[in-house]
């Protein structure tokens, strides 16, 4: 390390530093989460980015069912007047259970191309997987 090149250090410390520069939180807007019993959403974050407003966050399905299915989330920015600004759906795909002790996950990121104004709420909701067609039960011969 004696040797080394006054150049390669500063470029090194300098990648260092950009990798954990803090992210620029947006605005003045609350993050409101609304999840179910058996679907929740956990660490969901919203901050700006030079092309536009970034929503992240994760998916956790607690239900017994299943399923791997794609389903779908809504981002929505609500304005401070109460009116819809912009609607985003994504999809997400649970990964499959690896046991039944350990909640099925996603994770998701909606881009916005604009910071909404300040006093905006940004509402992160899901749609409910379907439910199962019921039908006759089967005739046993």
Not at 4 to 20: F, H, M
């Amino acid at each position: 390390m004696k040797n080394t090149p006054p150049l390669l250090i500063l470029l090194a410390s300098l990648l260092l530093a950009g990798c954990a520069a803090p992210k620029k939180q947006a605005g003045n807007f609350r993050v409101d989460i609304q999840s179910s019993k058996d679907i929740q959403v956990t660490s969901a974050k919203a901050y700006s980015q030079p092309f536009g407003l970034v929503v992240t966050g994760k998916v956790v399905v607690k239900s017994m069912i299943l399923s791997t299915e794609e389903r779908t989330l809504d981002v929505v920015a609500i304005g401070p007047d109460g009116k819809e600004w912009k609607k985003l759906t994504t999809h997400y795909y649970p990964t499959p259970k690896p046991s039944k002790a350990k909640p099925q996950k996603a994770v998701f990121t909606v881009v916005m191309a604009a910071v909404p104004p300040d006093g905006s709420v940004i509402r992160i909701s899901l749609t409910p997987p379907p439910k199962p067609e019921t039908g006759p039960a089967p005739l046993l011969l």
